[in-house]
């Protein structure tokens, strides 16, 4: 009974929170992956017009921009830590790298999603050695989107590896002559 109760007194306070939210900032939650309580915590966060006045300053603000950490020649960047910490957690972060070995270090700073060069370029060999043996270029586009589909997710925290996937493709392609 007492779940059934708070269950009911959750939804009455996102349903109240929506209606605040769309009389501040009206279409706001209507935009993909924002709902009633990350537009609240935006909203409050920015607080009023003028404090940010870039989609750098809001980044600072957030918690999400670069900061340089550049060592000899190597240049490197890092999330800035700092900003809003209530806000942060609400900005999901998308990140590329040159190198799959990189993966794990942008995760730990706090990307959400990795997309590596390596992956892409790998999937463009894949598509090139499957045209050489004359694979129908339907196949070859099913196939290379089923692997970004698939592959994308081991970018993304808590997914299955990426051997896994293209082995699974591998011996989806392989015809018993």
């Known amino acids: 009974m007492a779940a059934r109760e708070a269950t009911h007194t959750l939804r009455v306070n996102r349903s109240e929170l929506a209606a605040i939210v769309a009389e501040l900032v009206p ?3 209507d935009r993909p992956g924002i709902g009633p309580v990350t537009a609240a915590q935006a909203i409050i966060s920015f607080s009023h017009p003028g404090r940010c006045r870039s989609e750098a300053a809001f980044a600072k603000l957030a918690g999400t921009s670069p900061l340089e950490v550049s060592t000899g020649q190597t240049e490197r960047h890092r999330l800035n830590q700092g900003g809003d910490r ?3 957690p609400a900005i999901h ?3 590329r790298t040159r190198y799959l070995r990189e993966i794990e270090d942008l995760r ?4 959400d999603q990795v997309v590596p060069e390596e992956f892409e370029t790998s999937i ?3 598509s090139l050695v499957l045209q ?3 694979m129908p270029a339907r196949v070859i586009a099913e196939k290379a989107e089923r692997i970004r ?7 993304r925290k808590g997914q299955p590896g990426l051997k896994e996937i293209v082995a699974k493709e591998a011996d989806d ?4 002559d």
Request: some cysteine; hydrophobic content about 50%.
């Open 124 to 126: 463009e060999i894949f």
């Open 108 to 111: 730990a700073t706090g990307a």
């Open 132 to 134: 050489h043996y004359r």
């Open 27 to 29: 279409g706001l939650c």
């Open 86 to 88: 209530a806000l942060n």
């Open 173 to 176: 392609l392989y015809v018993d």
């Open 149 to 155: 589909q698939e592959g994308y997710a081991l970018f």
């Open 93 to 95: 972060i998308i990140a």
